[in-house]
């Protein structure tokens, strides 16, 4: 494992900026599901390996890293696929009924139906928990993972540090109200039922037999999960090619213009990588 600080690289291999804006190139599409909500995406075709982006708990397709990153894989004639999950965005469904085992059938859904060929994952937040589900799943699709902010178990572990009492008054009121300056009202509802269903998904007690790339980048200001959570995944994922990247003013949603050209910077990395393996 590598600690990285700051930008690894100082020039871009393709001629224009990487972070142009937040413009919707690719037209909005959905994916139609038996007995399931239809997932709203957008993919952009091109060469492999794909990339498919898997946002936040709270965070649909439109966010600034997934546009940036679209931008990015147009600029090399990369796929890219970005989505909104069951009841968020354009998407289908009611959001209060997600639970992660959910939330991991609407990403494998889109990289069955959707992805062509190996896919690089990349997963911000809980999409870097879901990430990981989605690896385990599905080995054989899975060229490499980047994690930004990867929230793994962060729904339990976080609730498991309450204290008795407040843990008794989120089951009798059916939800947990997660204080964030993110949030809207200034904090996030998380019903009850999802705590629980999500302890079948804990991956950090037992080595992960994951054996591709894995690229983890994580601030160290991040108020909501903290950094110590990449380093696990990272002591507990089987690869040996695993880099902790970590930005010492990084925050959560590592949307900063540096930020972001950390992110494309070490995708570009990854597929250089991959071609030369290949």
């Not at 590598?2 to 291999?13: E, H, I």
């Not at 399931?36 to 965070?59: H, I, Q, T």
């Not at 009924?97 to 494998?108: F, H, I, P």
């Not at 993110?182 to 804990?202: M, W």
């Amino acid at each position: 494992m590598a600690a990285v600080w700051g930008l690894r690289r100082s020039s871009l291999r393709f001629g224009r900026p990487v972070l142009s804006g937040c413009r919707h190139k690719a037209s909005t599409q959905y994916l139609s599901r038996p007995d399931l909500p239809k997932l709203a995406y957008r993919k952009l075709k091109g060469k492999s390996p794909g990339v498919l982006y898997l946002p936040g708990y709270f965070s649909d397709m439109h966010g600034q890293k997934a546009v940036a990153l679209e931008d990015f894989c147009k600029s090399l004639g990369h796929s890219f696929v970005r989505f909104d999950y069951s009841g968020c965005g354009s998407s289908e469904g009611d959001f209060k009924e997600q639970t992660v085992g959910r939330l991991k059938k609407d990403a494998l859904s889109v990289l069955d139906n959707v992805c062509e060929g190996p896919q690089i994952l990349v997963g911000s937040s809980m999409g870097g928990w879901l990430m990981l589900l989605a690896a385990l799943a599905r080995p054989e699709r899975i060229a490499a993972l980047v994690g930004v902010a990867s929230a793994t178990d962060c729904i339990v572990s976080t609730f498991n540090q309450l204290t008795v009492e407040v843990k008794k008054e989120i089951e009798e009121n059916g939800e947990w109200k997660i204080p964030s300056k993110y949030a809207k009202d200034g904090f996030y509802k998380v019903p009850y039922g999802t705590i629980k269903e999500a302890e079948n998904h804990c991956l950090l007690a037992s080595p992960i037999p994951i054996t591709c790339p894995v690229r983890l980048i994580h601030g160290m200001k991040d108020e909501d999960i903290s950094w110590y959570i990449s380093m696990q995944v990272a002591d507990r994922v089987l690869s040996t090619d695993v880099d902790v990247i970590l930005r010492k003013q990084g925050e959560h949603r590592m949307n900063e213009k540096d930020d972001m050209k950390l992110l494309v910077y070490t995708i570009d990395d990854l597929i250089d990588k991959l071609k030369t393996a290949g």
